[in-house]
């Protein structure tokens, strides 16, 4: 029987616009985005989308109310569905055993449980959310131990590989789809029902099966190799830095290599986003629980030197203006952990801002997407004081407020609008000297230098 009705447990920055694609490329499929958190389904059912994503909006009006639906309903939804995504948020455990390295896991297992609960006859579980090796098992036990003897179910893993950004291209041509399952019959014929479902819309020879342990790792590796290469070029950023040679000018060489490829290589203030580093520790978790210490301590350097990076462009800031931050305006351009995207998870604009606030710098910070709760709430996660916030931080509405009065400029997130900026104006708004850093080589350094600021541009130095 092909799957009529689809379930997604996890209205978030993966379940949302994946269920919205899959509604709009299967019309015949009725699907249901499930989340208890009641703001964020309004809002999936509103013309303001919890998620900003270039192209989503399309998407979703395209379905929504046709065969998309968002409900907080979460029994009724599990209950009339026959395959269930699982799309919770699996965030790194902050307590207890393995706390700062694995995940945790309390959402996929209170989800497994839920599901048990409420299902009767044969169901397809399928994991979406970033998870640990071995988490299926877990589920399988889960299901198996709490379910009613009328039900049946398979689980499956089908990660996600689409990037914040660029969800809509990456989910409407992906360059693979990777789907693990058990080499039972039952477990073949899941696999080929989740594999009809994308076979809608994506080439067959993109549709990857494979065991359903192969499937749970490669995610891990996928973005632990992602994750190296950004802080292998961010290594080398600090070299060009020091020798005159320019980060960009090496990459493009390098790049030119096929065996290397061009991409993942744009030096940065380091990598943010809800991916990377909690799959590293992940993996990290992983290779420490199989006694591979030597393996581990490999793909811990990936987030130490990540954090270094971040810390690094700090201490260039305060150097630069005479040893001292305190009480001077600094404004920030971009907030986001990337352009295109709203998301602040690991942002290291967070880790720069917080550092800056310490050095007692007051912050003006602008970005085109990110609302001013969203940044004052994670800088007091950072553990910023409230009044330290209160006395130092102002939220601007445009890059040219931010930029008044400012002894420097620093740009933390890479979008397209600050190519573009007015430098005169900047120029004339700001303190003298004026300093720019830039964090993302996002400006034009010959462009500054032309206008008379003092540039510090990441992987090329002053
Ligand atoms: C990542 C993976 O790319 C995706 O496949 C997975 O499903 C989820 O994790 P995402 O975190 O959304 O996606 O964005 P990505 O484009 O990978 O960027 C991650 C971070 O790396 C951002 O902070 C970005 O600015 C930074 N980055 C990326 C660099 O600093 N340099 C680069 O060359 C590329
Ligand atoms: P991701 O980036 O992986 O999508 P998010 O944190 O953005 O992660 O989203 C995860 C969502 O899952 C949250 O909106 C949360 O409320 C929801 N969630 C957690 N547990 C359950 C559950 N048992 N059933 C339905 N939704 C859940």
């Not at 099966?209 to 992602?226: C, D, I, P, Q």
């Not at 978790?285 to 971040?310: G, M, T």
């Not at 998301?343 to 880790?351: F, W």
Request: aromatic content about 8%; glycine content about 6%.
């Amino acid at each position: 029987m092909p799957i009529q009705s689809i379930c997604c447990l996890g209205a978030g920055y993966v379940g949302g616009p994946t269920m919205a694609m899959i509604a709009a490329k299967c019309p015949d499929i009725q699907v249901t985005v499930a989340d208890m958190n009641g703001e964020r389904i309004a809002a999936w059912n509103s013309d303001c989308l919890p998620v900003y994503e270039p192209g989503l909006d399309a998407v979703v009006q395209s379905a929504r109310g046709r065969n998309l639906h968002f409900t907080t309903d979460i029994r009724g939804a599990i209950a009339a569905a026959d395959l269930i995504f699982v799309s919770v948020g699996t965030p790194t455990k902050s307590y207890g055993i393995g706390a700062g390295r694995a995940a945790d896991l309390r959402y996929v297992e209170s989800a497994a449980r839920l599901i048990a609960e409420v299902s009767k006859g044969h169901k397809i579980i399928v994991e979406k959310s970033t998870i640990p090796v071995k988490t299926a098992s877990a589920i399988q036990a889960i299901l198996a131990a709490n379910s009613s003897a009328e039900a049946t179910f398979e689980v499956l893993s089908n990660p996600e590989f689409l990037a914040e950004g660029t969800a809509v291209a990456d989910m409407e041509a992906p360059d693979r789809i990777l789907i693990g399952g058990e080499p039972t019959a039952g477990g073949k014929a899941a696999v080929e029902a989740l594999v009809a479902i994308y076979a809608h819309w994506i080439p067959r020879e993109r549709i990857l099966t494979t065991n359903l342990w192969s499937s749970e790792l490669s995610k891990l590796v996928a973005n632990a190799f992602l994750a190296q290469r950004i802080s292998s070029i961010n290594s080398i950023s600090a070299l060009c830095e020091a020798t005159g040679a320019d980060v960009d000018e090496v990459a493009r060489a390098i790049g030119m290599d096929s065996r290397i490829g061009p991409k993942f290589l744009k030096a940065s203030i380091g990598f943010g986003g809800s991916c990377f580093q909690k799959d590293l520790l992940n993996l990290v978790y992983l290779c420490e629980s199989f006694h591979l210490p030597d393996v581990a301590e490999y793909w811990r350097q990936v987030i130490h030197l990540n954090d270094w990076q971040k810390s690094r462009f700090v201490e260039k800031i305060v150097r630069a203006l005479f040893n001292t931050v305190n009480g001077k305006r600094v404004a920030i351009f971009g907030f986001a952990f990337k352009k295109d995207t709203n998301d602040t998870r690991e942002s290291p604009a967070i880790h720069v801002c917080r550092d800056l606030l310490r050095e007692h710098a007051r912050l003006a910070i602008y970005d085109p997407r990110v609302d001013a709760a969203t940044i004052r709430r994670d800088l007091a996660e950072a553990g910023i004081p409230a009044e330290l916030l209160d006395s130092n931080l102002e939220i601007c509405a445009d890059p040219y407020a931010a930029a008044a009065s400012a002894h420097a400029l620093a740009a933390l997130t890479e979008w397209d609008e600050f190519r573009s900026l007015d430098l005169s104006r900047l120029y004339d708004l700001m303190l003298k000297p004026a300093f720019v850093f830039d964090g993302r080589a996002v400006l034009s350094s010959e462009s500054l230098k032309a206008h008379g600021f003092n540039t510090f541009t990441i992987g090329q130095g002053f």
